[in-house]
C-alpha cells in the first residue's frame, strides 16, 4: 500500500495535526502487527533521486509536486478484497489528511 499525500496541505494543518495522525497510526499498526497482516512499513522522505538512463537529478520534478508518495505499507492480505478493507481502515483516511492509498499486489516468491 502506497501511501499518497497532499504535502502542502499536511504543511498547513501544522504539526499538531501531524502529530496527532502519527499517533492514531501507531494503534493501527500495532494492530495490524498483532492480526499478522503488517510485514514492513516505513515513512518516505521528500529526499531521494530521479534517475534516468541519461542523468540522476537529487531534486527531481518529484519533490515540486503537490502529491507525493508519503510512506508505505507491505502487508499480508488473502486477497485484494482484504487488502482495500485493511487500506479503508488507516488513520489517515479517517482523520482528515489529504490521503489516499493506493493498493497493489506484490509477488515475494
Known sequence: ???REDLKEREK??????DHCIRMCSDWIESLVQSGNLLACDPLTSKGSYVTLEQVLSDGPF????????GYF???AENLEQANSIAQRCPLLLNGV????????????
Open 74 to 76: 507491505l502487508i499480508h
Open 63 to 70: 519533490i515540486e509536486a503537490k502529491e507525493a508518495i508519503s
Open 13 to 18: 494543518k501544522g504539526p499538531e495535526h501531524f
Open 98 to 109: 489529504s490521503a489516499a492509498i493506493e493498493v497493489r499486489p506484490i509477488n515475494l516468491s
Open 1 to 3: 500500500m502506497l501511501v
